[in-house]
Nanobody, 126 residues
Framework: QVQLVESGGGSVQAGGSLRLSCGVSGYTYTTYCMAWFRQAPGKEREGVAGISSNGITKYADSVKGRFTVSKEYAKNTLLLQMNSLKPDDTAMYYC????????????????????WGQGTQVTVSS
């Protein structure tokens, strides 16, 4: 059974940083696209950043240059380093995984991932 558990959310002031972690267990596929999505109240869930099993990374335009997605293979953990945070980054952040690594390619995001975590809240105040 695949389990994704997010941590690291919190409240920061604009300009600050946070690092989100997603512990992954039970994932036995050899390929993956692992990604971070976020959803603010009243808005649709949107893709933020992802990394695939063949090393491709993908970012939403709104976070390019500020967020960095990476994977700690030894700990089987997905990370999201978020710098220069803005109030618009306020949302519930979700970790997601899917065996089709191509979901980490292209210019658009689909929320059609097989596995999801429960989310961690990020609040950025001005």
């Amino acid at each position: 059974q695949v389990q994704l558990v997010e941590s690291g959310g919190g409240s920061v002031q604009a300009g600050g940083s946070l690092r989100l972690s997603c512990g992954v267990s039970g994932y036995t596929y050899t390929t993956y696209c692992m990604a971070w999505f976020r959803q603010a109240p009243g808005k649709e869930r949107e893709g933020v950043a992802g990394i695939s099993s063949n090393g491709i990374t993908k970012y939403a335009d709104s976070v390019k240059g500020r967020f960095t997605v990476s994977k700690e293979y030894a700990k089987n953990t997905l990370l999201l380093q978020m710098n220069s945070l803005k109030p618009d980054d306020t949302a519930m952040y979700y970790c997601a995984a899917d065996p089709f690594f191509i979901k980490c390619t292209g210019s658009t995001w689909s929320a059609n991932f097989d596995y999801w975590g429960q989310g961690t809240q990020v609040t950025v105040s001005s």
